[in-house]
């Protein structure tokens, strides 16, 4: 089905190397969003695009922590020298109509890092 | 600030038995309430949601859920639950935002 996809799937860094995760959202979605989900915890806010505007960043951990959707469609979360508190699963939603606070997002199936 | 909390860190039932999965919210303005499910090494499915109306909503594969706003809790109900049931269960809220603010999570474990 045309779902939200992630890429890589799993990905293992180490410490202090850069890493860049890939999400595609469903065709048409205007809002796209990242949340980290640590092990045995619920999903953390990262950061929330409409269209390619970046309109919200303020979940992001760190100035290591870098997202970008420049055309509007594929985001890339990119984490810069990579610490060990960064392993977690990564995950990407996106969502259709602009403004619509009641739309459910739907979710990609992760990308989990594992940084050593 | 919006918050939630599942009081329940698992929750075990006999298939065939009734399952509920409690959740509470806490918003300053109107709530938007979520239920979701994750299976294994995969992302969350959206179950169900309340925005207005009827208190009581149903959602995908027999699921539904009540609001009730005196109490701020939105608790997620099967009337027979399966042993493919299992998994783990979060409850989120939004909102006049954009952004979803998630339990930790109940895991729920369904028993032949």
């Known amino acids: 089905g045309a779902g939200v996809s992630q890429s890589p799937r799993y990905k293992v860094a180490k410490r202090g190397q850069d890493v860049a995760l890939r999400c595609d959202p469903i065709s048409g979605h205007v809002s796209l969003f990242w949340y980290q989900q640590a092990l045995g915890q619920g999903p953390e806010f990262l950061t929330y695009f409409q269209n390619e505007a970046q309109l919200d960043k303020s979940g992001l951990p760190s100035d290591r922590f870098f997202a970008e959707r420049p055309e509007g469609s594929v985001s890339t979360l990119k984490i810069q020298r990579t610490q060990q508190e960064d392993s977690a699963v990564y995950l990407c939603a996106s969502s259709g109509r602009q403004g619509a606070h009641g739309n459910e997002q739907f979710f990609g199936p992760g990308t989990r890092l594992t940084v050593l | 600030a919006q918050s939630v909390a599942q009081p329940e860190d698992q929750v075990n039932v006999a298939e065939g038995n009734p399952l509920t999965v409690k959740c509470t919210y806490s918003?300053?303005?109107?709530?938007?309430l979520f239920w979701y499910v994750q299976y294994p090494n995969r992302g969350l499915q959206f179950l169900l949601k309340?925005?207005?109306?009827?208190?009581l909503v149903k959602g995908s594969y027999g699921f539904e859920a009540e609001f009730n706003k005196s109490q701020t809790s939105f608790h997620l109900k099967k009337p027979s639950a399966l042993v493919s049931d299992s998994a783990l269960y979060f409850c989120a809220v939004r909102d006049n935002d954009y952004k979803l603010s998630f339990g930790a999570g109940t895991t729920v474990t369904v028993r032949a």
């Open positions: 309340y925005i207005t109306g009827d208190n």
């Open positions: 918003v300053s303005g109107n709530p938007y």
